[in-house]
T-cell receptor, first 113, second 112 residues
Framework: DTAVSQTPKYLVTQMGNDKSIKCEQN?????MYWYKQDSKKFLKIMFS???????INETVPNRFSPKSPDKAHLNLHINSLELGDSAVYFC????????????FGPGTRLLVL | AQSVSQHNHHVILSEAASLELGCNYS??????LFWYVQYPGQHLQLLLK??????LVKGIKGFEAEFIKSKFSFNLRKPSVQWSDTAEYFC??????????FGAGTRLTVKP
């Protein structure tokens, strides 16, 4: 059973398009995250959602908007895609408190042409 | 704000060589420390973690890391690397604000 899943696994699209990446976790965790890994493998946190509230919002363009329909899902919507958005996007989840680690999804490889 | 530094961007070793990857962090409070590995084409996996207790922690696949509080370091080690250890290694720090920060990663290439 996959704990944290992401769809799609690969996404190739044209500049200017709007796309969404979905993330689901079946661990009952309270907090979910989106990370961006660029071509140099550097991981950067983008958003964190705790019980449907945004608690971390790094300096990412407002073209990126996280949407959480319920505690188990955190989707990432991207408007007006740009070449620089090409990266691997990782979803992760963890319990609200305690010393639990984050569990990562398999990643979504986005390529903007 | 907390930050994580990984000093080695790319490390190239021959099989059976010993490995040590450096990780330093800056954070004033209590931290939890992690090493993650990303094999080519795969997602991040947890290698090991430190929360409290024995500062020398052992992880999967023969990896270990030592937390040295006075040096704000959490270096990753393995006595004898294998070709299959070729991957990207990320150090991460989680402070009590629930914010996880990753280092820039170290690419390890093990030559057969």
């Amino acid at each position: 059973d996959t704990a944290v899943s992401q769809t799609p696994k690969y996404l190739v699209t044209q500049m200017g398009n709007d796309k969404s990446i979905k993330c689901e976790q079946n661990l009952g965790h309270d907090t979910m995250y989106w990370y961006k890994q660029d071509s140099k493998k550097f991981l950067k946190i983008m958003f964190s959602y705790n019980n449907k509230e945004l608690i971390i919002n790094e300096t990412v363009p407002n073209r990126f908007s996280p949407k959480s329909p319920d505690k188990a899902h955190l989707n990432l919507h991207i408007n007006s895609l740009e070449l620089g958005d090409s990266a691997v996007y990782f979803c992760a989840s963890r319990p609200l408190s305690g010393q639990e680690t984050q569990y990562f999804g398999p990643g979504t490889r986005l390529l903007v042409l | 704000a907390q930050s994580v530094s990984q000093h080695n961007h790319h490390v190239i070793l021959s099989e059976a060589a010993s490995l040590e990857l450096g990780c330093n962090y800056s954070y004033g409070g209590t931290v939890n420390l992690f090493w993650y590995v990303q094999y080519p084409g795969q997602h991040l996996q947890l290698l090991l973690k430190y929360f409290s207790g024995d500062p020398l922690v052992k992880g999967i696949k023969g990896f270990e890391a030592e937390f040295i509080k006075s040096k704000f370091s959490f270096n990753l080690r393995k006595p004898s690397v294998q070709w299959s250890d070729t991957a990207e290694y990320f150090c991460a720090v989680n402070g009590n604000n629930n914010d996880m920060r990753f280092g820039a990663g170290t690419r390890l290439t093990v030559k057969p």
